[in-house]
């Protein structure tokens, strides 16, 4: 179990607008940073919105961000994020080290859509169907809890940097695959593969035993779960043709938690990291729609002016749950530390965490 610790001054209370504006919150928030800047270490996610981010000493995506804190000292690591990052922070950092999330509301949607009992449910149900060896998988963008259950069962966590050398070690390891919770991830990459989309199933926890039956399971070489990123959800295939007909000239660029049909017809599919390397290394005068979150592309967009770079999508596509930290929220975390009574602190459980981090150094150690 997580074991949440919050003090009874929770900044999940809205300060009242009369007391703090806007204005007087970031003026006391880079004032506090700079005083307990020797205690508190800021990393910002890439998706999260430019008031937050110009607090933040290291940027980057969930699993760069916690190996940044690893290497660190520092007392306090403030995690502006969402709740699973959070916890892989926990996991790789020293028990002298306390890991805070801003805003607890601060999830993941797709996370959300795998949980350890259905989780459970369906390996025992999947391990009755067949002989082979399902090897499972579980994408870093998951509960702290689901990365142990892999940690156990023999299998390691991606992200979707590393997502297709995981999955050929995965298949060294055994003949079936169970990836999790993001179904579009596990397509896009088994499919780069070479492996038929007629060889992949999904299993829908809201459905009586995943809506498939023995047979299917005996016969498919990938199980995927049903779960996606609401955010990557927005974009469309209509989309990607409207821009070829209408802009023939721009390079479209998608990130694989897209749906199959996006990837296909986008120019080109990668991690956040390749997205922003791809950019950064293009010809000035280039054009890009970028399917991923909002933020991260205003932000290139910015970084980049000698190139055109806009939003595939004609609607925002935000992560509304990164949203939930606010610097309002940030402010709050560290006056609480100056009072040296930290709240929102992330703690894994030890049985948990050395599951969870056997998972993570498997994918450390495939090359």
């Excluded at 890991?99 to 949607?109: F, K, T």
């Excluded at 990607?240 to 938690?257: A, G």
């Excluded at 054009?287 to 970084?303: H, S, Y």
Aim: proline share 4%; with cysteine; glycine share 4%.
């Amino acid at each position: 179990m997580l074991n949440f610790h919050e003090s009874h001054e929770s900044p999940l209370a809205p300060i009242p607008e009369s007391e703090l504006s806007d204005e007087q919150v970031l003026s006391e928030l880079h004032k506090l940073k700079e005083e307990l800047k020797d205690q508190v270490v800021v990393l910002g996610h890439h998706y999260q919105q430019d008031d937050v981010i110009q607090f933040a000493d290291f940027t980057g995506d969930s699993l760069a961000l916690a190996k940044d804190a690893e290497k660190l000292d520092k007392p306090y690591v403030m995690f502006c994020g969402v709740h699973f990052m959070a916890e892989t922070a926990d996991i790789l950092t020293s028990d002298e080290q306390q890991v805070i999330l801003p805003d607890m509301r601060a999830g993941c949607s797709m996370a959300d859509m795998a949980n350890r009992e259905d989780i459970d449910r369906a390996w025992d149900f999947m391990n009755s169907c067949t002989d082979e060896k399902i090897v499972p998988i579980t994408y870093i963008n998951c509960a702290a809890s689901l990365k142990a259950f892999v940690g156990d069962n023999g299998g390691s966590i991606c992200t979707s940097s590393n997502a297709e050398e995981v999955i050929k070690w995965a298949f060294s390891q055994g003949q079936k695959l169970l990836f999790f919770p993001d179904q579009h991830l596990g397509r896009n990459t088994c499919a780069k593969m070479g492996i038929s989309l007629d060889e992949m199933v999904i299993y829908n926890p809201n459905m009586y035993n995943g809506g498939l039956k023995p047979e299917q399971i005996a016969k498919a070489k990938v199980i995927l779960w049903y779960g996606y990123c609401s955010v990557h959800q927005g974009f469309t295939k209509a989309q990607v043709d409207s821009l070829k007909e209408t802009r023939p000239e721009v390079n479209v660029i998608v990130h694989p938690e897209c749906s199959y049909e996006v990837v296909q017809a986008a120019d080109d599919a990668g991690s956040t990291a390749y997205i922003i390397n791809k950019i950064k290394d293009a010809p000035a005068g280039t054009k890009w729609a970028v399917g991923t979150e909002i933020n991260l592309v205003n932000r290139l967009a910015q970084k980049f002016p000698d190139k055109e770079i806009f939003s595939l999508s004609p609607y925002q596509c935000l992560c509304t749950t990164m949203y939930r930290v606010r610097p309002r929220w940030l402010l709050a975390s560290f006056k609480a530390i100056k009072e040296n009574k930290p709240i929102n602190i992330i703690k894994v459980d030890e049985q948990t965490a050395a599951s969870s981090k056997v998972a993570l150094e498997r994918m450390l150690a495939i090359k």
